[in-house]
Nanobody, 124 residues
Framework: QVQLIESGGGLVQAGGSLRLSCVAS????????MGWFRQAPGKEREIVAA???????YYVNSVKGRFTISRDNAENTVYLQMNSLEPEDTAVYYC??????????????????WGQGTQVTVSS
């Protein structure tokens, strides 16, 4: 089994930064495709960023240049560094994992395991 625990959410002013972390149980983490999704009130869950086992990355257009996804296999952790935050980034952010996948996965249905979510609120 795989368990994912997100942390790092909070309330930040527009223009500020947050770093989300997702720690995964289960081995080998280095073979997991990982992703970050978000869901705002009244909207469907959307891909934010994804990273493959070989650290190929994908970003939704709205966060390109502002967010960076990375992974530390020694710590079983994936990160989402969020800079220049905007009120439109307010959402619950979810970490997701797909063991054994080769590429960066962008569809929610491609992931087998999900964290509980962490709230990010950006005030203006």
């Amino acid at each position: 089994q795989v368990q994912l625990i997100e942390s790092g959410g909070g309330l930040v002013q527009a223009g500020g930064s947050l770093r989300l972390s997702c720690v995964a149980s289960g081995t080998p983490f280095s073979t997991f495709a990982m992703g970050w999704f978000r869901q705002a009130p009244g909207k469907e869950r959307e891909i934010v960023a994804a990273i493959s086992r070989r650290s190929n990355t994908y970003y939704v257009n709205s966060v390109k240049g502002r967010f960076t996804i990375s992974r530390d296999n020694a710590e079983n952790t994936v990160y989402l560094q969020m800079n220049s935050l905007e009120p439109e980034d307010t959402a619950v952010y979810y970490c997701a994992a797909r063991p054994g996948a080769s590429g960066a996965l962008v569809r929610a249905g491609s992931y087998d395991f999900w964290g509980q979510g962490t709230q990010v609120t950006v005030s203006s």
